[in-house]
C-alpha cells in the first residue's frame, strides 16, 4: 500500500466533528439559532429531525465560530496540542498558504484547514499561552477561496479593552519573505501534522466524508437523541483561561457577552432542565423559590429565551469581566410561595398579583 497516496487522499476528506446533541434544535424544536447555516458560504449545512447534515463541505470553519454550543469542531484541538517551548512563537498558516512554504520551513508552521476558524477566545488562549502568534493570511486568497473576509482581528477588536497588548503578540503576515523572520526566531516544533491525522482517525474524531457523516448522524441511537449532553462552555472556558494569564486586568471592564435579565417567571424550570451548559438553574427551597445565573457557563444559545412560555426572559446589558470569574452566581429573580384562591395548590410567581391566581386558574 502506497501511504503516501492514502494520506494525501484522506487529507482533502472533512475533517469537521459534528456533535448534534448540543444543537439548540436537537435539544428543543422552539429554538430559533440557525446561525450555522446562515454563515456557510456552500449552504451546505441542514438541521434535521435530531441530526445534522453536511453537503459541500469546504472545511472552513465558518460554521465553529458562529455556534454558541461548539456543536462543530475543526483543528483547534490541533492547535492546542502545539508545544511551546519557553513560550514563544506560534505559526499558524491555512493549507493553500502552507504549500508555498519551502520544506525546511514547514516544520515550524502549524497547518489548519482554513483561518476561518480562529473564533475570538480560541485566539486569545493561544496568545496567553505564547509570546508571539503569527497568522499567515492573504486576504485576497480568503475572498477567492470563501467568498467571504475573515474578520479575525476586527472580532478581536471587541476584546481591546481588556487585552491591550495585541499589537505587540499578534502579528498578520501575507507574503513568505515576511515569514521568515519569525521562522528563524521560532524554537518550537509543532506536532506532527500526519501523526495528529492518524492519531484522530483511529480514536475516532475524525469525519471521513459528507456521506458516512451524514449515514452516521441518521442513524444516532434513540436513546442518544433523548439524552442531552451537558456541554462544558469551551469559549468561555479560553476566555477565562486567557483572563487569568493577563496581568493587571481591570476588573470594571465590559466583555462583548450580555447578561440575562428577568421580567416575569412561574419558576417552571423549562429553562434550567433544557440548558445544555447548566447556566441557568432553579434553587428550590420550601417557602421561596430562585432563578439564578452563572455567567460562566452561558454559551449564549438562546434556549432559555425561547422556550420562556411568558417570554420573560433576554438580553440586557454586557457582562463585566467581574460578573465573568466571579463564583457567586447572579439571582436573576425570586418568589415566595402563595396559595391559589381558587385551586388551592401552592404557586410561585415572579410577578406580585392581587389576585392570587396560579397560571392555570388565570387561563
Known amino acids: 500500500m502506497d501511504i503516501e497516496k492514502l494520506v494525501s487522499f484522506l487529507e482533502y476528506l472533512s475533517p469537521v466533528i459534528v456533535r448534534p446533541s448540543l444543537c439548540s434544535n436537537n435539544i428543543t424544536p422552539k429554538s430559533s439559532c440557525q446561525k450555522c447555516m446562515e454563515i456557510c458560504p456552500t449552504q451546505g449545512i441542514t438541521l434535521d429531525k435530531n441530526s445534522i447534515k453536511i453537503n459541500d463541505c469546504i472545511s472552513c470553519g465558518l460554521c465553529v465560530t458562529v455556534c454558541p454550543n461548539h456543536v462543530f469542531k475543526l483543528n483547534e484541538d490541533q ?8 513560550n514563544d512563537t506560534l505559526i499558524i498558516s491555512c493549507s493553500p498558504l502552507y504549500t508555498k512554504l519551502e520544506n525546511k520551513y514547514k516544520n515550524y508552521v502549524t497547518k489548519i484547514n482554513c483561518l476561518g476558524q480562529l473564533y475570538p477566545e480560541l485566539v486569545l488562549k493561544l496568545l496567553a499561552t505564547f509570546r508571539k502568534v503569527v497568522i499567515f493570511q492573504d486576504a485576497n486568497h480568503c475572498k477567492q477561496c470563501l467568498q467571504a473576509e475573515i474578520k479575525i482581528l476586527s472580532d478581536l477588536e471587541e476584546y481591546k479593552n481588556v487585552f491591550i497588548d495585541f499589537d505587540n503578540k499578534l502579528f498578520f503576515v501575507n507574503k513568505v519573505a515576511d515569514l521568515i523572520p519569525f521562522i528563524k526566531t521560532s524554537n518550537i516544533q509543532p506536532a506532527s501534522g500526519r501523526r495528529s491525522f492518524f492519531k484522530s482517525i483511529f480514536t475516532g474524531s475524525k469525519t471521513l466524508s459528507k456521506q458516512i457523516l ?128 381558587k385551586c388551592q395548590q401552592d404557586y410561585f410567581e415572579l410577578t406580585n398579583d392581587e389576585n392570587n391566581l396560579c397560571f392555570l386558574c388565570k387561563r
Open 79 to 86: 492547535l492546542l496540542e502545539v508545544k511551546e517551548d519557553n
Open 214 to 341: 451524514n449515514s452516521a448522524l441518521e442513524n444516532l441511537d434513540a436513546k442518544d437523541n433523548e439524552k442531552i449532553e451537558k456541554l462544558k462552555p469551551l469559549k468561555k472556558q479560553y476566555l477565562l483561561e486567557a483572563l487569568k494569564n493577563h496581568n493587571n486586568v481591570n476588573l470594571s471592564v465590559t466583555l462583548p457577552t450580555k447578561k440575562l435579565k428577568l421580567t416575569n417567571c412561574n419558576f417552571c424550570g423549562v429553562c434550567s432542565r433544557l440548558c445544555p451548559a447548566n447556566a441557568i438553574q432553579i434553587k428550590n427551597e420550601s417557602e421561596y423559590k430562585q432563578l439564578i445565573f452563572i455567567p460562566g457557563l452561558c454559551t449564549g444559545c438562546n434556549i432559555c429565551r425561547d422556550v420562556c412560555f411568558y417570554q420573560g426572559l433576554d438580553w440586557s446589558v454586557n457582562l463585566t469581566v467581574k460578573d465573568l470569574i466571579s463564583t457567586q452566581p447572579q439571582i436573576l429573580g425570586e418568589a415566595e410561595k402563595r396559595t391559589c384562591e
